[in-house]
């Protein structure tokens, strides 16, 4: 076996399950379904690529309509609707004033359930977001192609922060507020924010958490790393009363209800950018220890984040719709606000967990509220399932669509979903994508195919796979036979490129499989998913996991690089080694191994160092299960370490041969350590 083999990879761990049976979706979801024609797969077959998306930039108004559906000049910096001029902002708000303003717009529903929801209308986004922008505007002198940093929770602040953005034509960069100030800074500094917004307070779990001390943090590291941050304004979680304990700086820190009395009634004129304009970046883990930021545009990022919404989503504009993700996430910025809100439609957002007071609450805010399309993670699914899996029966809602997303869903999680959670009525979508590819790639179109339990399904409209082996050669479609999943074509939600590395971007995720890197013809740049796949003979992919450094934590992306530098803090550890080991309820979570510097004893206060390392420097999402102290890692001769070794042993599977490596004995050891005698 050649070392590059010996490599780890998620895929390789994946559970297989077996080929199930179809779901048709119900006759009244399809008599209703805004996609029934399967002329659609026609329309948007290669031989109409790319004009076939200019039905969805149809979707949107454009300040000045484009010439040039994609230019490939750049190659593979993609550039699509060249010559277009539009405003996120307009087409998410003003557009729908004329018919809607009453209409909500979003419904944010506080986790106290003591704080009843509050239903902000299209009208009152209207006025919330053109006076933020003059206030982003006149008062930090944000104008178009400047970075904002948001670090905030889920509240409607948030989306109206973003929206704002979009409205000045600055690029938003957000980051899950669950990350530490660290992580934060980090991203503050990479994408050049002078202006960073937060929030002081939020509640979760029944807490009311602070969470201005980590805009202090932030401040300090992007500082320390060359990155000027002018004015932090701090949204109240109660306008009008500070709930953090950290001094706010003079100078640098300001409320902003204080400073809004000053724009009450202001209106800021939606600056039309080009369509090629990046709207957003969004960070997110890759192989090695820096997050990379994923530029997205601003006219194909919106058109394919409406059209992914219309179709797959099924959302009409009187549905209730709620996507249980985070906003920080990609799934929240296309599926909670640019989607679903370019659509006219009304979006929930939940400011809690869905375990909060108790495991109903998710149906109950359900009922309260009427929602009839439901979008979650499995992971999320596996929690509620556990905690209650009887609670859904106890409430009165229907639910026509429910959607999962992130990682990939056992078939017997999936069947409650369906039977409990769905009621045996509802179509569901398990949709495959990523951050980077702006919206959905793969999943069934829900009333033209059947649904089949753990498996995405077919690529959406537009979206045309291809799975390589390891050699390049393509392998026999509908085969069953596992390969690196990656899309023959551009498509108009996918990002442009890593926000000051274009090297990096090439280099990634369109040099392995790229047949000419002097092309100008997309036809020679596969872009490359880093996840294993495989096709049924049906044409349903079904996606088996990373085959990069990336572990799939409660379908979050988190890079094992990024965990084993964060070990590597703490003083006494020589060496970290992290892998993705199963779990019931997240999917993957990491365990990390390390080894000491000569003269440290191995204890509980080192493992102890160990997580608040990683607390301090990601956040408690990348927590890991466990932290093994071994007295060395196994190697390769080259001194590589064995991750797959690792990975075996964590998940209490076969080592394979180790013969080959440098110091086969530790394996054993090893084994002990973790899995006794
Ligand atoms: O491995 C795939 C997995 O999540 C990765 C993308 O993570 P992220 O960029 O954080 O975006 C998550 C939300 C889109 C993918 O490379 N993944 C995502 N959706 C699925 C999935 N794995 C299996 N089935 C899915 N439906």
Same mark, same amino acid.
């Given at each position: 076996m050649s070392e590059k083999n010996l490599e780890v990879s998620e895929a390789q761990i994946a559970v297989h399950w077996q080929e199930e049976e179809y779901f048709p979706p119900s006759t009244e979801f399809i008599a209703q379904a805004n996609m029934a024609d399967a002329g659609v797969f026609d329309r948007f077959s290669l031989d109409n690529?790319?004009?076939?998306?200019k039905e969805y930039a149809d979707l949107l108004d454009w300040d000045e309509y484009w010439?040039?559906?994609?230019?490939?000049?750049d190659a593979p910096c993609w550039k699509w609707f060249v010559g277009g001029k539009l405003n996120v902002s307009y087409n998410c708000i003003d557009r729908h004033l004329?018919?809607?303003?009453?209409?909500?717009?979003f419904i944010y529903v506080p986790?106290?359930?003591?704080?009843p929801p509050v239903a902000i209308t299209y009208r009152d986004l209207y006025n919330r977001v053109n006076e933020f922008a003059a206030l982003l505007r006149?008062?930090?002198?944000?104008?178009? *192609?400047d970075r904002v940093t948001i670090h905030m929770p889920m509240v409607p602040e948030l989306p109206i922060t973003m929206l704002a953005c979009a409205r000045l034509g600055a690029i938003h960069s957000v980051v899950f507020g669950g990350f530490s100030g660290k992580a934060s800074g980090e991203r503050v500094s990479d994408s050049g924010s002078n202006v960073l917004v937060v929030m002081d307070a939020y509640y979760r779990g029944g807490k009311l958490l602070e969470h201005k001390d980590k805009a202090d943090q932030a401040v300090k590291v992007a500082t320390d790393d060359g990155q000027e941050v002018d004015k932090v304004l701090v949204w109240q979680r109660?306008?009008?009363?500070?709930?953090?304990?950290t001094p706010m700086v003079e100078?640098?820190?300001?409320f902003v209800n204080d400073l809004l009395k000053d724009y009450t009634g202001k209106r800021v004129d939606p600056v039309p950018v080009?369509?090629?304009?990046?709207?957003f970046l969004m960070y997110t883990s890759g192989t090695t220890g820096r997050p990379k930021g994923c530029q997205h545009s601003t006219g194909g990022y919106l058109a394919y984040a409406a059209g992914t919404s219309k179709? &797959?989503?099924?959302?009409?504009?009187?549905d209730v719709y709620?996507?249980?993700?985070?906003?920080?996430?990609i799934t929240g910025h296309s599926y909670i606000v640019y989607g679903p809100l370019a659509l006219g439609a009304s979006s929930v957002l939940f400011e809690? &967990?869905?375990?909060?007071?108790?495991?109903g609450r998710a149906w109950q805010i359900a009922e309260q509220l009427n929602v009839n399309i439901f979008h979650t993670a499995p992971t999320t699914i596996r929690m509620l399932r556990k905690a209650g899996?009887?609670?859904?029966?106890k409430y009165n809602y229907k639910f026509k669509h429910m959607t999962t997303v992130g990682e990939p869903i056992e078939p017997a999680v999936w069947r409650w979903y369906y039977?409990?959670?769905?009621?045996?009525e509802a179509a569901i979508v398990d949709t495959w994508w990523q951050t980077e590819t702006g919206?959905?790639?793969?999943?069934?179109?829900p009333a033209l195919s059947p649904m089949k339990p753990g498996s995405a399904g077919p690529a959406v409209p537009g979206i045309h796979p291809i799975i390589y082996d390891e050699d390049g050669n393509e392998v026999t479609? *509908?085969?069953n036979i596992a390969g690196n999943i990656c899309i023959q074509n551009p498509w108009p *939600?996918?990002?442009?490129?890593?926000w000051g590395d274009r090297d990096r971007y090439v280099k990634q995720? =369109?040099?392995? =499989?790229?047949?000419?890197?002097?092309?100008?013809?997309?036809?020679d740049w596969p872009y490359l998913t880093g996840d294993a796949a495989m096709q049924a003979p049906d044409g349903y992919f079904r996606i088996l996991g990373r085959?990069?450094?990336?572990i799939n934590v409660s379908g979050h992306r988190l890079g094992t690089k990024e965990i084993e530098s964060a070990c590597l803090i703490?003083?006494?550890?020589a060496e970290a080694s992290v892998v993705p080991v199963n779990d019931e309820l997240k999917g993957k979570v990491p365990d990390v191994y390390v080894s000491l510097k000569p003269g440290f004893d191995s204890g509980k206060e080192i493992q102890t160092k160990v997580i608040a390392a990683i607390d301090d420097s990601? *956040?408690?999402?990348?927590?890991?299960?466990n932290v093994y102290i071994v007295p060395d890692m196994p190697k390769t001769?080259?001194?590589?370490?064995?991750r797959r070794v690792l990975a075996a042993i964590s998940n209490n599977q076969d080592v394979g041969d180790?013969?080959?490596?440098?110091?086969?004995?530790i394996v054993d050891e090893v084994r002990k350590l973790v899995q006794g005698e």
């Open positions: 690529f790319p004009n076939c998306f010439h040039t559906t994609l230019d490939t000049s004329e018919k809607n303003q009453n209409k909500a717009a986790e106290p359930v003591e704080e006149d008062f930090c002198g944000v104008k178009q *192609g109660y306008p009008g009363k500070y709930s953090a304990e100078g640098r820190d300001y080009p369509a090629e304009d990046p709207l179709y &797959v989503q099924d959302i009409h504009p009187e709620w996507c249980m993700a985070d906003i920080g996430w809690g &967990v869905p375990t909060f007071p108790d495991a899996p009887d609670e859904p029966a039977d409990v959670v769905g009621r045996g919206g959905f790639l793969c999943s069934t179109l479609p *509908g085969s *939600g996918a990002f442009q490129t890593i995720y =369109y040099e392995r =499989y790229c047949a000419n890197p002097e092309s100008k013809d997309w036809r085959i990069d450094d990336v703490v003083n006494e550890v990601i *956040g408690k999402i990348a927590r890991p299960k001769r080259s001194g590589k370490i064995m180790v013969t080959t490596l440098a110091n086969p004995e």
